[in-house]
């Protein structure tokens, strides 16, 4: 799950007052599992040297601990003490003393002020140093000397280990760009998963993030939670497994409105999506081309031929038999007779819709027409259609708000595309999806998502699992295929034949 500060704080509280453990042995196990891990992670038997900069908080605190810990590894350590105010917690005061008496009997343990470290500072090649400057509390943008020490960490050419969140960044909301901050190679944070490590405009600050499980009690939702992030566990539950006796028919049967001349590989892609992820039929309605095109590259689909030669202009849905779910948009273009077709379709269509690329840009240039989405349809925006949907945003943190209020308002599932999708749900909940990689950014990849997310739906899937599911799948599916292929060399069609592979995966 996604928490915020309060939720930590009062987790901490009750574990403390549940076990019982003092704050003085959790930020001891806390730290001790931050250094087992960071021992796994980097090399630092090739290390030269180790820096820890602490400062004056519990995260100064934390550092400290890691500090000691490194030093009884016999590896190379030197405490960097950032206190400018004088004022420091109880558990930093102690993990000090711990430094300052420890410090007799292990040379490899040096421990000085910042003052004093950047007159003469490490002149080692390999140096990791470990931020421990600040960690989720913080209320306000490093101002005065904490932010020439960030600058200072930041110049270096130091491999940067953050510990709990890189000093400066705010978890809960935007942190403002002129804002100092951390840049981190490596974060570990602790127990659960932080909005500001999920979006985009913090990549370069946080760096790779490994949560790590330091016993913390879980406690009610209503202090901060505020997202889940979706595992291979919960969804390979959601997986229904074949029966025995399926047929085609009671696999379902899925209507794709997709392609036009200009971009026939659209409803191919779609198409073949939706047949990989297990729908009993697909109906393509589609031009005169792509159909000419449909047989050759997938002949399991089903055709419908439209009337226009261009574009998609009219279908007459209601003549499918046994139709169980409907998806539009992919490559339909956004002419006047494609706008007519949609206006029709929501008419005519009172089940859930999935509404995809071109059908998005059209329900922006007509916005009257959100008022007639279907209860739970699914909308698959990636981050430039989603402007045109609902207004832009000023960062990342806003733009999954407006997500969430879009979702609520029209009673609909939004799917926010990128790394880290964001899913909205009607409820107001939000749900993170964690599969996929940059390959994926490459034309046609929402295509698949569509037919995926069309199979599901057609399948019997609810809505909401649809959507979830469908996410997951094609992030791994995306994973999958970089078994064969690199990220430069990934084409959508990559994942498309790879959804067999994450369906079984899944199920392992």
């Known amino acids: 799950m996604i928490v915020n500060n309060n939720y930590i704080r009062e987790s901490e509280r009750v574990t403390m007052e549940t076990e019982p453990i003092s704050s003085t042995d959790l930020m001891e196990r806390a730290a001790a599992t931050l250094t087992d891990q960071l021992l796994k992670d980097v090399r630092i038997g090739d290390v030269e040297q180790v820096l820890v900069f602490c400062g004056p908080g519990n995260n100064g605190g934390d550092g400290l601990v890691i500090a000691r810990l490194l030093a009884y590894s016999h590896r190379p350590v030197t405490v960097v003490t950032a206190c ?26 040096q421990c000085v002020s910042f003052e004093e470290y950047k007159e003469n500072p490490t002149r080692a090649t390999f140096v990791v140093a470990v931020d421990a400057l600040f960690g989720i509390g913080l209320s306000r943008p490093l101002s005065g000397d904490y932010a020439e020490v960030v600058d200072f960490i930041n110049a270096q050419q130091h491999y940067v ?30 127990q659960w998963q932080k909005w500001a490590f999920l979006l985009p405009e913090n990549a370069e600050f946080v760096g790779t993030v490994g949560i790590l499980d330091i016993g913390l009690r879980r406690v009610d939702d209503s202090f901060g939670r505020c997202g889940e992030y979706l595992t291979k566990e919960d969804m390979a539950r959601l997986l229904i497994p074949p029966k025995k006796y399926a047929h085609k028919g009671s696999n379902g049967h899925g209507l794709l409105v997709a392609g036009s001349r ?16 297990g729908i009993g039929k697909v109906t393509v309605h589609t031009t005169a081309n792509v159909a000419t095109a449909l047989p050759i590259a997938l002949p399991e689909a089903i055709l419908d031929i439209d009337i226009n030669d261009e574009c998609v202009s009219c279908c007459h849905w209601d003549e499918i038999p046994g139709l169980t779910a409907v998806a539009i948009g992919p490559g339909i273009g956004q002419t006047t007779l494609s706008a007519a077709l949609l206006r029709d379709l929501l008419s005519d269509v009172h089940a859930p819709i999935i509404f995809d690329a071109d059908a998005l840009n059209l329900l922006a240039k007509n916005k009257t027409l959100l008022a007639y989405l279907p209860d739970n349809s699914i909308l698959t925006p990636h981050f430039k259609e989603f402007e045109r949907l609902a207004g832009a945003s000023d960062n990342d943190f806003d733009r999954v708000e407006r997500a969430s209020n879009f979702a609520k308002k029209h009673n609909v599932i939004v799917i ?15 749900f993170v999806n964690p599969t996929g990689n940059p390959g994926m950014a490459t034309a046609g990849s929402g295509d698949v998502l569509t037919g995926v997310l069309l199979a599901l739906l057609a399948k019997g899937y609810a809505p909401q699992l649809a959507a979830l599911l469908g996410n997951y799948l094609h ?34």
């Open 262 to 277: 200009l971009m026939p590989g659209a409803a191919i892609l779609s198409a073949t999506a939706a047949l990989r992820s």
């Open 161 to 190: 280990v953050a510990v709990d969140v890189p000093s400066g960044l705010f978890i809960d909301r935007h942190t403002p760009k002129e804002a100092p901050r951390i840049r981190a190679h490596r974060t570990y944070s602790f």
């Open 416 to 430: 926010l595309k990128g790394a880290n999708s964001v899913i909205a749900m009607p409820d107001g909940k939000r």
């Open 84 to 109: 400018f105010s004088g004022v420091t917690t109880p558990d930093f005061d102690i993990n000090l003393q711990r430094i300052r008496q420890m410090q007799q009997n292990f040379p490899n343990l």
């Open 475 to 508: 992030g791994l599916a995306g994973d999958c295929a970089l078994e064969t292929e690199s990220p430069e060399s990934l084409i959508a069609s990559d994942i498309a034949k790879n959804l067999g592979k994450a369906i079984k995966r899944m199920r392992e």
